[in-house]
């Protein structure tokens, strides 16, 4: 079993959608975890931190379920420019590596 | 400038060929990693530097080995290339007080045939 597990996707959702992603991961030890985004042919980024009692962002929402050892990430009011390859990752450990899944592919269209 | 740079960006070469990337960096972070990325694998952990004197394998170590020549420098060397090591590579660096985060160069994209 993969440490982290996305749904590869891709997601196809009009122009205004909302959308959301799950992200699964099997250490419990599992300390912080983060959404990154990845444009195409593009270097990862850090979208968000995911904090235990749910964040938000603009139209970003991310929540984590430790007891499911799961996160989310919720777009609203997709925008075109939201198409891009969104990585959940997790840090576990004390050397603080960050491990990350193979990423959601989203098309938001018009 | 970007912040993290990788050189080459582009590179063809041949199994059995020795190969050096390279990344600087101007963040000032104590840690760097080097990651290769694969379609369906996602980014995978070669090895990390949390400062000059420290180096650790990651996941993937094997058929690499890696020089922390400065605190602004991370190379990684593939002795003997081999068409399975074609991949994109990324270096990133991170700031000990934020772990989370990582600034990644913009990629060196290696075919090995």
């Known amino acids: 079993r993969k440490e982290v597990e996305q749904d590869p996707g891709p997601f196809n959702v009009p122009e205004g959608a909302t959308v959301a992603f799950n992200c699964t991961y099997s250490?419990?030890?599992?300390?912080?975890f983060f959404w990154y985004r990845q444009d195409c042919r593009k270097e990862p980024k850090l979208l968000m931190s995911?904090?235990?009692s749910g964040n938000e962002d603009g139209r970003f929402t991310a929540q984590l379920n430790r007891a499911s050892q799961y996160i989310s990430l919720l777009i609203r009011d997709s925008k075109l420019s939201d198409s891009a390859t969104y990585l959940c990752?997790?840090?576990?450990?004390?050397?603080?590596?960050?491990?990350f899944g193979t990423g959601t592919r989203l098309q938001v269209t018009l | 400038d970007a912040d993290v740079t990788q050189t080459p960006r582009n590179r063809i070469t041949k199994t059995g060929k020795r190969i050096m990337l390279e990344c600087s960096q101007t963040?000032?972070?104590?840690?760097m990693y080097w990651y290769r990325q694969d379609p369906g694998l996602g980014l995978q952990l070669i090895y990390y530097?949390?400062?000059?004197?420290?180096?650790n394998k990651g996941e993937i170590s094997d058929g690499y080995s890696v020089s922390r020549q400065a605190q602004a420098k991370f190379s990684l060397s593939l002795e003997s290339a081999i068409p399975n090591q074609t991949a994109l590579y990324f270096c990133?660096?991170?700031?000990?007080?934020?772990?989370?985060?990582?600034?990644f160069g913009e990629g060196s994209r290696l075919t090995v045939l």
């Open positions: 990752v997790v840090s576990t450990g004390t050397a603080s590596k960050l491990t």
């Open positions: 250490n419990s030890a599992s300390q912080s």
């Open positions: 995911v904090y235990s």
């Open positions: 963040k000032g972070h104590d840690r």
């Open positions: 530097s949390f400062d000059v004197k420290d180096i």
């Open positions: 990133a660096t991170g700031d000990r007080r934020n772990t989370g985060e990582l600034f």
